[in-house]
């Protein structure tokens, strides 16, 4: 106890507090290289990756932070005889009542968490939710950005991302229908496909395996339909159905090969 200038002043309560702070500095500094270490020097990590385990690390740290900074208050508190149990009596019906106005905004943040650390998906993958399709360009605690081929960006808060479809996951099946004349012959045709399968399997962009004849997939009014089939990449399949149309137009006009359409019969009746 010191008195100075008529005040007394009790030098625990001064050093206490300080050597809490120090103390809980010291904590946070240890803790927060530990994470950095445990999650920095990942060899062989995609970039999306590496930008999941980031934003992990600042979320980690910032909630370490805060949690530390709580503890050494309510120790300052306890020191200057303040009754902490009343406080944190307190904070809980406090907590309560910010619960429950900004429920949506708890549960964004929380649906945030687990989209992050389960991986539903991640910066890239092309989903679809409430008939929406595009690419994930951002994704927050609350919410999700998500790009059409248009280049509208839907904004979705991420409690409402529970009931979507993700065609990034797997692998795509690029699906071509070729209509040929009833008066060729299947051995024609069969023959035909071979020598343009031995030709564009291995240099096909995205394809993923060989392509596969399928066979006959519908007898229309005036033509045999053949499905040729091939594996992509994810979300490939279109570009792959483009450049099979114009190789199978070519295989079929070296082969001599009639693709019907159609034909408007007029009778000029006298």
């Not at 500095?25 to 950095?36: A, D, G, H, S, Y």
């Not at 060989?210 to 091939?230: F, K, P, T």
């Amino acid at each position: 106890m010191l008195d100075f200038l008529g005040i007394t002043i009790n030098l625990k309560h001064i050093i206490s507090p300080i050597v809490y702070i120090i103390v809980g500095i010291i904590i946070f500094k240890v803790l927060k290289r530990l994470i950095e270490k445990a999650t920095s020097n990942k060899k062989n990590l995609k970039a999306i990756q590496k930008q999941k385990i980031n934003t992990l690390r600042a979320l980690i740290i910032n909630i370490l932070k805060y949690t530390i900074c709580i503890f050494i208050a309510l120790a300052i508190l306890a020191e200057f005889g303040i009754n902490v149990k009343s406080i944190l009596a307190g904070l809980g019906i406090g907590t309560a009542l910010i619960g429950l106005a900004f429920q949506d905004l708890a549960k964004d943040l929380i649906a945030g968490f687990s989209i992050i650390t389960e991986g539903s998906y991640e910066i890239g993958d092309t989903i679809e939710i409430d008939g929406f399709m595009g690419e994930v360009v951002f994704i927050g605690l609350r919410t999700t950005r998500i790009r059409n081929y248009k280049g509208a960006t839907k904004i979705i808060a991420n409690h409402y991302m529970d009931n979507l479809i993700n065609y990034s996951n797997n692998n795509s099946l690029a699906v071509v229908d070729v209509s040929i004349a009833y008066e060729c012959k299947e051995e024609t045709i069969e023959k035909a496909f071979n020598e343009m399968f031995a030709k564009l399997n291995g240099n096909i962009p995205h394809a993923t395996k060989d392509l596969e004849l399928w066979g006959v997939n519908e007898l229309s009014d005036s033509a045999v339909v053949y499905r040729i089939v091939v594996e992509t990449e994810p979300m490939q399949q279109f570009a792959t159905e483009r450049y099979l149309k114009k190789e199978i137009k070519k295989a079929l006009d070296n082969s001599k090969i009639k693709i019907p359409y159609q034909q408007i019969e007029v009778h000029n009746g006298k």
